[in-house]
């Protein structure tokens, strides 16, 4: 528009751009979409065709910026305009040309990506975007992959082609989003899934459906590389996952989890392994029948709590301790308190710290922290305490802006004893339910079963069937995506991906209900069971009890819910 107005020779009507476009340049500002362009004239046309050949000449490996030679270009434009449609390019402050190279480049690589959706969302090539997804075909390997990395690196996703971020603008310009849809999902399914998430693709809801129960079967494909499962599993809770049941409730809207039935009976608690003391003995506890969601709660669950206010509601926060919390009061005072019991456990073990690392159960880079920490004076350990853990009120969970952490299908972290029982009696008025934490027995005869097994799945460790440090993931993953990770019955990621939140209170074994244990007033630490992402073999066993503050907000402290009355 400002070359028009300045009646520039090359945007005159019937030049590079139509007449029709040229008085709809002149007499609006306002166009349908934010990338809607010109479309009858050769200007914008040879524009997009320019970007989407150059990038396809692009080497792997190479620049995502292309710079081609001045006659490249006027060959890729394939027109006898193709001197006057760079000359436009450069006046629209879309084209550069170095002279000194005797060469063209797009100003930057969003702009040569935009031009090259435009062509791409006219003419679609997926197969540009294919990649393996079975284990086996997939190269590198994923063992491959895992022993170049560097033990504090995460995992990283598969190796791309150069054009997911073009397919991705394409595909809210495409004529017919729903073929542009199928077709990539057969070449790319996790991406096709991100594509149609995006709230400008005008896809169907028969096409969403049908990609969603396509992307929740990678989910659980035991043939597919653990990388196309974290993928698919991203990009189907972007997209909303059809195994929770979204209902109005007089609070807003909530998402009823799947819950799985657990038989009452007798179940073996505790372990005399003598990993740690608190553990034992073995004692067997009787329990009646409940059920327990078959996933860690997730993030699109508690959006739904965080946007009805439940911050704000001081009804869900039901005793002295959890109101002075929704309060601000001592919201950081726990993980203070906790890192300083973890220095003097530093100090008092210096030597072990590097034991750890060569033992393959800590990263160079915690070993490096914590001889940081431990060799810290006091002073400046407080600052550090005070930096990491501000004071104040808290309105949302500790990583909910974080995008390691805050995908929709991933579990809830960083979110303390008060906040999720307050999502508990939240749930429970949205439903009519009763629904709250579990107790410790519960949660570990549920994860142990009748046999008293040593994980979920059974008794010996397998990396390949959960999320713990040796899975090398360094964050959560979307729930679900280790098939023959779960119990007999069906529950999910009970070794490993979260710690989960239990109502008890920790004490000694034996365990007894009746001993004020299951006492929700006051801030006695409570358990957590399950293991981490970020923890070893040996408390990923469904067995270990860990147990912090209840005003604790860890990245690896998630929860999950007991159904206390029938569905």
């Not at 027995?441 to 390949?464: H, K, L, S, V």
Request: one cysteine or more.
């Amino acid at each position: 528009q400002r070359e028009i107005e300045a009646d520039h020779p090359l945007f005159q009507p019937d030049t590079l751009i139509s007449a029709r476009d040229h008085n709809r340049f002149s007499q609006s500002r306002n166009w349908r979409t934010p990338h809607e362009l010109p479309q009858q004239g050769i200007l914008f046309d040879r524009l997009s065709h320019l970007a989407f050949g150059m990038q396809a000449q692009r080497q792997p490996g190479e620049a995502s910026q292309v710079r081609i030679d001045y006659q490249d270009a006027l060959d890729l434009l394939a027109h006898d305009r193709a001197n006057e449609v760079l000359q436009a390019g450069e006046a629209l402050g879309v084209l550069e040309e170095d002279l000194g190279r005797d060469a063209v480049l797009y100003v930057h690589q969003l702009l040569q990506e935009y031009f090259a959706a435009r062509w791409l969302a006219a003419h679609p090539e997926p197969y540009r975007v294919q990649r393996a997804w079975r284990a086996d075909q997939v190269s590198p390997h994923l063992a491959e992959t895992l022993a170049d990395l560097a033990d504090s690196d995460p995992l990283p996703p598969l190796p791309g082609t150069g054009w997911e971020e073009t397919t991705v603008l394409a595909a809210a310009m495409a004529l017919n989003p729903d073929t542009f849809i199928t077709d990539l999902m057969a070449a790319n399914l996790a991406l096709a899934g991100r594509c149609a998430a995006q709230p400008d693709v005008r896809v169907s809801e028969q096409t969403k459906a049908t990609l969603r129960h396509a992307l929740l079967a990678r989910t659980q494909d035991p043939s597919a590389d653990l990388r196309a499962r974290i993928a698919a599993g991203l990009a189907l809770g972007t997209l909303g996952d059809p195994r929770w049941q979204r209902h109005p409730g007089p609070h807003g809207d909530y998402l009823l989890p799947p819950l799985i039935p657990i038989s009452g009976g007798t179940y073996p608690i505790g372990s005399d392994e003598g990993h740690y003391d608190g553990e034992a003995p073995v004692h067997p506890v009787t329990l009646h029948a409940f059920q327990l969601g078959q996933f860690p709660v997730t993030n699109a669950e508690y959006a739904l709590f965080w946007k009805a206010g439940g911050y704000e509601d001081a009804r869900w926060w039901d005793t002295e301790a959890a109101q002075a919390w929704r309060r601000g009061e001592n919201t950081a005072e726990g993980a203070k308190q906790q890192w300083r019991e973890n220095r003097q456990t530093l100090q008092a073990n210096f030597d072990n710290i590097r034991n750890l690392h060569q033992q393959g159960r800590i990263t160079s880079q915690q070993a490096d922290n914590w001889e940081k920490i431990a060799r810290m004076d006091d002073d400046a350990f407080e600052a550090q305490l005070e930096e990491w853990y501000p004071p104040g009120r808290q309105t949302q969970p500790a990583f909910w802006n974080d995008t390691a952490f805050n995908n929709p299908a991933q579990p809830v972290v960083g979110v303390c004893w008060y906040e999720a029982r307050a999502y508990c009696a939240w749930l429970s008025a949205q439903t009519g339910q009763a629904f709250r934490l579990p107790t410790e027995t519960e949660w570990e005869a549920a994860a142990r079963g009748p046999t008293g097994r040593r994980y979920a799945y059974g008794d010996d460790f397998d990396a390949t069937r959960c999320n713990t440090f040796e899975t090398h993931i360094h964050r959560t993953t979307p729930v679900g995506i280790f098939p023959g990770g779960e119990t007999p019955e069906g529950l999910i990621d009970m070794t490993g991906n979260t710690w989960d939140w239990t109502s008890s209170q920790h004490q000694p074994y034996p365990y007894h209900a009746t001993d004020d244990r299951e006492d929700p007033a006051g801030d006695a630490r409570r358990v957590v069971r399950g293991g981490s992402w970020s923890f070893d073999p040996v408390n990923a066993r469904a067995a270990s009890r860990n147990h912090y503050a209840p005003n604790i907000r860890f990245d690896n402290l998630g929860f999950r819910l007991v159904c206390a009355s029938p569905i």
